[in-house]
């Protein structure tokens, strides 16, 4: 009976993932778009299968569309590897990481959170929690078993929503970070790793005013911490302090003018050169980029 029960298991993550997970070349660069959950610190099935559908989900992916939810992989009897999550470099979501029991999470690629839909708890909106990750059980080998370092380096913008960082005791380096440069909202800070645990960022993480910032231990997890003060008639970033040196509300990250071919990344879309909101009639959207639909494709 067990068996059919796993098979049938098998069978349904088969067809979850495939409609899931929608990937496809174009101009040379290969991206993978999926799509994300709002099952908030919840799951279903066994701890081995929750897993399982995590990794199918996300393996390989690029963009997240959606939610990032990462949770409930507390369990001593599975291992766990997170090197699924190392391509993704948009979320048009929220980012939930919680109830975990790794060492590191390596979402070393992601640079945009776009937060869409922000993660409501009470009358507060977040674009980014961690909480609740250092469930493991501490043994000789491992006294301070729990999460230490969220490997984000990549990460320029949190577009909407406050981050809650929250009981993770083993949790290193968030006081490094300067999130001034990341999101505009209010950081909530509290219960994470002390510098006898952690240790020091490296040396060469240290920015003009030799203040040190980083995601990780390493030289390649320095924060990038290059920012310019926007005049408060900027709406979102800016290349200059000016009132008219805002960038193009259709601008992520940054950009270089004020046009919106100046941008360093689209906020939504790219059509043409060009950061669109959506995607104009004839042409469709994958990842973050607008392709003309083939007039000889007949379906």
Same mark, same amino acid.
């Given at each position: 009976?067990? *068996?059919?029960?796993f098979c049938f298991g098998i069978f349904i993550l088969n067809i979850v993932n495939a409609v899931d997970i929608w990937e496809f070349s174009h101009k040379h660069h290969k991206e993978k778009v999926c799509y994300g959950t709002r099952m908030g610190f919840s799951y279903s099935g066994s701890h081995e299968y929750h897993y399982e559908s995590l990794r199918r989900r996300y393996d390989e992916c690029t963009h997240v569309i959606g939610n990032l939810e990462i949770t409930n992989l507390n369990n001593g009897n599975v291992t766990y590897d997170l090197g699924f999550l190392s391509k993704v470099k948009v979320v048009t979501g929220y980012v939930l990481l919680g109830l975990l029991n790794v060492e590191t999470i390596p979402l070393k690629r992601?640079?945009?959170?776009r937060a869409d839909e922000m993660m409501k708890i009470g009358s507060k909106e977040y674009g980014l929690v961690v909480a609740l990750t250092s469930e493991g059980t501490p043994t000789t080998e491992n006294p301070n078993p729990g999460l230490k370092e969220i490997q984000l380096q990549s990460l320029r913008e949190i577009s909407q929503g406050k981050v809650m960082?929250?009981?993770n005791p083993t949790l290193c380096y968030m006081d490094t970070i300067d999130w001034s440069v990341i999101v505009n909202g209010s950081v909530e800070i509290k219960?994470?790793?002390n510098n006898a645990l952690c240790g020091q960022c490296h040396k060469s993480c240290k920015?003009?005013?030799?203040v040190s910032h980083c995601w990780g231990h390493s030289s390649n997890?320095?924060?990038?911490?290059?920012?310019?003060?926007?005049?408060?008639?900027?709406?979102?970033?800016?290349?200059g302090e000016g009132p008219t040196e805002c960038c193009h509300e259709q601008c992520a990250i940054g950009c270089w003018n004020v046009e919106d071919?100046?941008?360093?990344m689209c906020r939504n879309y790219q059509w043409k050169g060009h950061c669109v909101p959506e995607c104009?009639?004839?042409?469709?959207? *994958?990842?973050q980029d607008c392709i003309e639909i083939d007039k000889n494709f007949v379906g």
């Open positions: 009976m067990w *068996k059919l029960i992601l640079r945009f959170i960082i929250t009981q219960d994470t790793g920015d003009s005013s030799g997890m320095c924060q990038n911490t290059h920012h310019v003060q926007c005049d408060s008639e900027c709406t979102g970033r800016c290349f071919t100046d941008c360093v104009p009639i004839g042409w469709y959207a *994958k990842a």
